[in-house]
């Protein structure tokens, strides 16, 4: 889970400048496919910490 957290980090510091290094007709599916992995890995950062609270709360 470490990695995906650290994936999502570095996902969220890419800006526009980054984005607009990439050919003009690519910039808008580049900047689609990175916000819906963003969201992705998000909500599965989201489930992993509730499951890992309920669990632990659960053996307490």
């Known amino acids: 889970m470490e990695h995906l ?3 999502l980090k570095d ?3 890419l ?3 980054d984005i ?3 050919p003009e007709e690519q910039q808008h599916d580049v900047a689609e ?3 819906r992995l963003q969201d992705s890995l ?3 950062i989201s489930h992993y910490v509730e499951t890992s609270t ?3 709360s659960d053996h307490a």
Do not use: A, D, G, Y
Request: proline letters at 0%; a negative charge; charged letters at 20%.
């Open 20 to 22: 607009s290094t990439i």
């Open 5 to 7: 957290t650290e994936l």
């Open 33 to 35: 496919q990175i916000e």
């Open 11 to 13: 996902l969220e510091l």
């Open 15 to 17: 800006t526009f400048r």
């Open 54 to 56: 309920t669990s632990q």
């Open 42 to 44: 998000q909500s599965i």
